[in-house]
């Protein structure tokens, strides 16, 4: 990180967020992949004028180092890019096989994640793989540092390059959310509702920010197969590796047990979770193990514009701004893996909990207020510990409904991951075209990418299946509002 001359001058403060996430203590970055249907042309000249003209005009934060000045404060500094220093395209053999390019592709994201962003210039890089592997014909690959933004900012960023593949003239959409689903809760205004909601959510705040602090500081999860327990796990090697499920058949699901989307997704990957710790050690099946569901704190149902994110006092701010929630596992003991729709039923009782509840807030207050009495670094460890005491991240963004294109390179798929958490397992989730993408990273050599997707996509043929049998199942009310997360 540079130091800040006194004649110098500075564009803005970085957010506390910001300043987590780029300390002695973690250094965190999100790597955005974007699957192209044709072949990458051979000519590199295009992609410096994308990034010329599109890209770096996003945000001026693409455009500055971070700096502190000498009191310590970190600050946004203004320096002159050069778009070719920011641009890797690896060479592989030539004529091999798509199988033996699918591995240089996974070996070479495996490396980038572990390779730190340099401090000197400018906090993001643009990877172009034009070798063809099981999944594109192409690959682009951005790696962006965490203090530019979550992932709803990284989103919008990315998708302001893109266009509509059918007619670049109109705008792209997003999935619609019913805030009232069926036309339920419209009595949620009478007092004999309010009283009981008001009493369960302050219960629910006590337990939920008294566990919160126990996780993010005595209390660790059980090592198991899905967590190590050993220090310096960020700095090993990773897997990743993508999975990919129907909505529409998600959404029947979610009909069939009158639950919401989330709570499907959340069950399968509980239930999927479970299944693979049994198929490892049995006897750890059912260790107590935790989730740490990122939450956007944003109240909104879709994208803006980047312009109107930066735009002071925005409603849908550029940044980071998101909270956490630990979410315990339900284990096989407790919702049965005799009836998979335990699990569905179990995830949406614990998420309902924790939406009724200001544990979340709380949670971000205690942060800031950390940040002012501590330090910035002091806060940094304190998250540090949180994460290494749970047993894995899931993090999910929404995305467009259309197919999309860059530069005449229509898009098959994208998804993300995060790189540099000091976790086993990490799990991210994006929707494009009516499909739900999951990336699943993991340590290498300690879990076993393939066999955890096969037990992810296990359990969503058992959830499946007994949701379409057993259509009847106890109806319980709906999540109105999608969790949205980074």
Same mark, same amino acid.
């Given at each position: 990180?540079?130091?800040?001359?006194?004649?110098?001058?500075?564009?803005?403060?970085?957010?506390?967020?910001?300043?987590?996430?780029?300390?002695?203590?973690?250094?965190?970055?999100?790597?955005?992949?974007?699957?192209?249907?044709?072949?990458?042309?051979?000519?590199?000249?295009?992609?410096?004028?994308?990034?010329?003209?599109?890209?770096?005009?996003?945000?001026?934060?693409?455009?500055?180092?971070?700096?502190?000045?000498?009191?310590?404060?970190?600050?946004?500094?203004?320096?002159?890019?050069?778009?070719?220093?920011?641009?890797?395209?690896?060479?592989?053999?030539?004529?091999?096989?798509?199988?033996?390019?699918?591995?240089?592709?996974?070996?070479?994201?495996?490396?980038?994640?572990?390779?730190?962003?340099?401090?000197?210039?400018?906090?993001?890089?643009?990877?172009?793989?034009?070798?063809?592997?099981?999944?594109?014909?192409?690959?682009?690959?951005?790696?962006?540092?965490?203090?530019?933004?979550?992932?709803?900012?990284?989103?919008?960023?990315?998708?302001?390059?893109?266009?509509?593949?059918?007619?670049?003239?109109?705008?792209?959409?997003?999935?619609?959310?019913?805030?009232?689903? #069926?036309?339920?809760?419209?009595?949620?205004?009478?007092?004999?509702?309010?009283?009981?909601?008001?009493?369960?959510?302050?219960?629910?705040?006590?337990?939920?920010?008294?566990?919160?602090?126990?996780?993010?500081?005595?209390?660790?999860?059980?090592?198991?197969?899905?967590?190590?327990?050993?220090? &310096?796990?960020?700095?090993?090697?990773?897997?990743?590796?993508?999975?990919?499920?129907?909505?529409?058949?998600?959404?029947?699901?979610?009909?069939?047990?009158?639950?919401?989307?989330?709570?499907?997704?959340?069950?399968?990957?509980?239930?999927?979770?479970?299944?693979?710790?049994?198929?490892?050690?049995?006897? #750890?099946?059912?260790?107590?193990?935790?989730?740490?569901?990122?939450?956007?704190?944003?109240?909104?149902?879709?994208?803006?514009?980047?312009?109107?994110?930066?735009?002071?006092?925005?409603?849908?701010?550029?940044?980071?701004?998101?909270?956490?929630?630990?979410?315990?596992?339900?284990?096989?003991?407790?919702? &049965?893996?005799?009836?998979?729709?335990?699990?569905?039923?179990?995830?949406?009782?614990?998420?309902?909990?924790?939406?009724?509840?200001? &544990?979340?807030?709380?949670?971000?207050?205690?942060?800031?207020?950390?940040?002012?009495?501590?330090?910035?670094?002091?806060?940094?460890?304190?998250?540090?510990?949180?994460?290494?005491?749970?047993?894995?991240?899931?993090?999910?963004?929404? %995305?467009?409904?259309?197919?999309?294109?860059?530069?005449?390179?229509?898009?098959?798929?994208?998804?993300?991951?995060?790189? %540099?958490?000091?976790?086993?397992?990490?799990?991210?989730?994006?929707?494009?075209?009516? #499909?739900?993408?999951?990336?699943?990273?993991?340590?290498?050599?300690?879990?076993?990418?393939?066999?955890?997707?096969?037990?992810?996509?296990?359990?969503?043929?058992?959830?499946?299946?007994?949701?379409?049998?057993?259509?009847?199942?106890?109806?319980?009310?709906?999540?109105?509002?999608?969790?949205?997360?980074?």
């Amino acid at each position: 990180m540079g130091e800040l001359n006194q004649d110098e001058e500075f564009q803005v403060p970085v957010s506390p967020t910001g300043q987590y996430f780029n300390s002695s203590i973690m250094s965190a970055a999100v790597i955005g992949v974007l699957e192209s249907e044709i072949p990458i042309q051979e000519d590199d000249s295009l992609t410096l004028k994308l990034l010329q003209e599109l890209f770096l005009p996003i945000n001026p934060r693409l455009s500055s180092i971070m700096v502190q000045d000498e009191k310590g404060v970190k600050l946004w500094k203004k320096v002159e890019v050069i778009p070719k220093n920011h641009i890797h395209v690896p060479v592989f053999p030539e004529g091999k096989s798509i199988e033996f390019y699918d591995e240089c592709f996974n070996d070479y994201l495996s490396n980038m994640a572990l390779q730190p962003l340099p401090q000197s210039q400018p906090l993001w890089e643009v990877h172009i793989i034009k070798y063809p592997t099981k999944n594109a014909a192409g690959n682009l690959v951005f790696k962006l540092h965490h203090a530019l933004g979550d992932g709803y900012s990284i989103m919008g960023a990315l998708l302001s390059c893109l266009q509509r593949a059918d007619d670049p003239s109109l705008p792209i959409t997003f999935p619609e959310f019913q805030t009232n689903p #069926k036309g339920k809760n419209n009595d949620e205004g009478s007092i004999f509702k309010k009283v009981p909601r008001v009493l369960s959510g302050i219960g629910n705040t006590i337990s939920d920010f008294a566990w919160s602090m126990l996780k993010s500081t005595f209390l660790q999860d059980d090592q198991t197969p899905i967590r190590s327990g050993e220090d &310096g796990v960020e700095f090993r090697p990773m897997t990743i590796t993508t999975m990919t499920f129907c909505i529409d058949q998600i959404k029947q699901m979610k009909a069939n047990l009158d639950v919401s989307v989330n709570d499907v997704i959340c069950g399968v990957i509980f239930l999927g979770t479970r299944l693979y710790m049994q198929a490892i050690d049995p006897e #750890k099946t059912n260790g107590k193990s935790s989730a740490l569901v990122l939450l956007s704190t944003r109240a909104i149902r879709g994208y803006k514009t980047v312009k109107e994110m930066v735009e002071p006092n925005s409603k849908t701010p550029w940044g980071n701004h998101f909270a956490f929630m630990h979410v315990s596992v339900p284990n096989l003991a407790k919702a &049965g893996s005799q009836n998979p729709l335990n699990f569905v039923l179990e995830a949406q009782k614990i998420i309902r909990s924790k939406r009724n509840s200001a &544990g979340v807030y709380l949670n971000g207050k205690l942060l800031e207020t950390m940040r002012k009495c501590r330090g910035p670094e002091a806060t940094a460890k304190f998250i540090h510990k949180t994460l290494t005491n749970s047993s894995m991240t899931v993090s999910n963004v929404f %995305g467009p409904v259309d197919r999309l294109a860059l530069a005449n390179h229509p898009a098959k798929g994208m998804y993300f991951m995060m790189a %540099g958490s000091p976790q086993n397992l990490t799990i991210t989730m994006v929707s494009y075209m009516k #499909k739900l993408r999951v990336a699943i990273g993991v340590e290498k050599g300690m879990i076993d990418a393939e066999k955890f997707k096969s037990s992810i996509d296990e359990a969503f043929n058992m959830i499946s299946l007994a949701a379409i049998n057993n259509g009847s199942a106890p109806h319980q009310p709906p999540i109105s509002t999608p969790l949205n997360v980074t």
